[in-house]
């Protein structure tokens, strides 16, 4: 099963910051937060990912909150392109790998 | 970010026939490679996953006998689909990661429709 649960869709403006909040209030305390996002008949493509800290990259800012039971993705300023499924994930280790075991994620919808 | 590609993209076939699916990356060597597949408007569904060299394992319920995995190299791990039928029309992703296992980059998908 999932670690994760997050909204199921959100809209956001053209040009605006996207907040995308996940929960994972199971998380162990080795557990990476991942984030992807799928545009429609694509592969997931990796955005980025975290364990305690905040992170940023040219793509995104992930904000994991004190207690790692959730965190936050920001898409500072949303365009058009960034219409997409967007994955939280958390990484976990079974049976000698790691694995990502997806959500539902949520279909976020940037207008224009 | 590490580029992985699979081909075919799209492959339509008539139900019975085996169809094979690769995976390559394209610029790291990929120590374990991840087979998911996705029905419209679900999520992704991990089917099994590939070390170089070693049997796939299989996640419960994955018939291993029907979906074939090879990774033969640091490169190219094969899913073949056998004696497909049409409840086997899916999206068929790969992903996969390096040493140490940090990331899953993944491929564009393959589209497969069986007739």
């Known amino acids: 099963d999932a670690k994760t649960t997050q909204p199921p869709s959100m809209d956001c403006a053209e040009g605006r910051a996207a907040n995308l909040p996940c929960n994972h209030s199971t998380i162990s305390g080795n557990e990476y937060v991942y984030w992807y996002r799928q545009i429609h008949s694509q592969g997931p493509q990796y955005i980025i990912h975290g364990l305690k800290n905040n992170e940023t990259n040219e793509m995104a800012s992930l904000i994991i909150t004190e207690d790692r039971k959730s965190s936050t993705l920001i898409l500072p300023h949303a365009t058009l392109r960034d219409t997409a499924v967007y994955y939280c994930?958390?990484?976990?280790?079974?049976?000698?790998?790691?694995?990502?075991?997806f959500g539902t994620g949520t279909r976020l919808k940037v207008l224009a | 970010g590490a580029v992985v590609s699979q081909h075919p993209s799209w492959v339509i076939c008539k139900s019975g026939t085996s169809v094979k699916i690769e995976c390559r990356s394209l610029d790291f060597q990929a120590t374990t490679m991840f087979w998911y597949r996705q029905f419209p408007k679900q999520s992704l569904m991990l089917m099994a996953t590939s070390n170089e060299g070693s049997k796939a394992t299989y996640e419960q319920g994955v018939e291993k006998d029907k979906f074939l995995i090879n990774h033969a190299s640091l490169t190219l791990s094969t899913l073949t689909v056998t004696s497909a039928h049409p409840e086997d029309s899916s999206f068929y992703i790969c992903?996969?990661?390096?040493?140490?296992?940090?990331?899953?980059?993944f491929g564009p998908g393959t589209r497969l429709l069986v007739l």
């Open positions: 994930i958390v990484r976990v280790f079974t049976s000698g790998t790691y694995k990502y075991i």
């Open positions: 992903s996969a990661t390096g040493q140490p296992q940090e990331t899953q980059y």
